[in-house]
């Protein structure tokens, strides 16, 4: 299936721009260009890059945005695009609403000009409904009989539901030339770690299922899981719960094929405060348990390291899994 990962991939949302250097035929030294990630991640056996868009207003398929996808073909290397912050499909404000499903369109396009597979996007807020519900079952770990959520916290899942759906079909509208692309293209919605997010892992796996496995999968961000528990869950249940929760509810070719992303997570009282370096030992999760369930079960996820290090310390999970592959050799 499309959607299926070849082998476990891991890379990072970006390149530290200080460190991204490229040496030219007469040997001097400049800054590398987006055309070049792809060469410059494979040389750091790194096969896996999160386009960071959070921020992006516009984007088009320009010259250098083509040589970066025929680069990522070249190289073998595992795209997947951020989807911008701004878009909000738990608004009340209708207007902005209608604009969030426009540029979740825009990103269907935008994932395509970087030959990137799948879109990771955030949900939204509780809002106003926050006051309403009742935030410890919103917030609890791993609530998954969507069955009990009340009222007011249903409408905001169905709410983002049909602003997924609104924004794909408006994605074909706009771009009729690349509704073939679109269906190769999956949307990863991801867990959240505060708590006035929505992003629970039950959420998530409620949203995929509502939207439907052959468009949606999950986006899990462990990092995020962990400061909205705040840290209460022991390392290895942590990790097991949530896979044994996905295979159940989604399947296990889901769990196999997950969408990951990685960080040392600093929370306070209302879950995630702010991502650390992932060689800080203060806080967690800690990636070790996680890399020996993926090689007992055999998963190929893709890994993307979201701390603030970047590439750096997407390289330093690279080679601690391959310590972890070496060590499992008879």
Not at 140 to 163: A, C, W, Y
Request: glycine share 6%.
């Amino acid at each position: 299936m499309v959607f299926d990962n070849d082998q476990l991939r891991i890379g990072p949302t970006g390149v530290q721009k200080s460190l991204f250097k490229i040496k030219d035929l007469n040997g001097r030294i400049r800054n590398g260009k987006r055309r070049e990630i792809p060469e410059y991640l494979t040389n750091k056996k790194l096969m896996a890059y999160e386009f960071p868009a959070g921020r992006l207003a516009k984007f088009s398929d320009t010259a250098e945005n083509q040589l970066f996808r025929q680069n990522t073909l070249k190289y073998n290397l595992s795209v997947s695009f951020h989807a911008p912050y701004y878009i909000s499909l738990t608004s009340d404000d209708e207007a902005i609403y209608n604009k969030s499903i426009e540029r979740l369109a825009h990103s269907f396009a935008w994932a395509t000009y970087l030959n990137a597979k799948r879109i990771v996007l955030h949900p939204g807020s509780y809002g106003k409904s926050r006051k309403k519900a009742n935030m410890a079952s919103l917030n609890k770990f791993m609530p998954n009989n969507s069955s009990k959520l009340d009222v007011v916290h249903r409408s905001k899942i169905d709410q983002i539901v049909e602003g997924i759906k609104a924004g794909m079909e408006q994605a074909d509208k706009l771009y009729p030339e690349l509704k073939s692309k679109f269906r190769q293209i999956c949307l990863c919605p991801e867990t959240m770690g505060k708590f006035g997010q929505i992003g629970t892992l039950s959420e998530i796996i409620e949203i995929c299922k509502t939207v439907g496995l052959n468009r949606t999968r999950p986006c899990v961000d462990f990092g995020h899981l962990y400061a909205r528990n705040l840290g209460k869950i022991p390392n290895f249940k942590f990790y097991f719960d949530v896979f044994d929760v996905i295979e159940s509810e989604l399947g296990s070719k889901v769990a196999q094929s997950l969408h990951i992303h990685y960080s040392i997570v600093e929370y306070g009282n209302k879950g995630e405060i702010k991502h650390h370096p992932n060689q800080i030992s203060s806080w967690g999760p800690k990636v070790d348990t996680l890399f020996q369930i993926i090689a007992n079960r055999q998963y190929t996820p893709i890994i993307i390291n979201e701390s603030p290090l970047l590439d750096v310390d997407a390289e330093w999970l690279q080679k601690k899994w391959a310590r972890k592959q070496k060590s499992l050799i008879p």
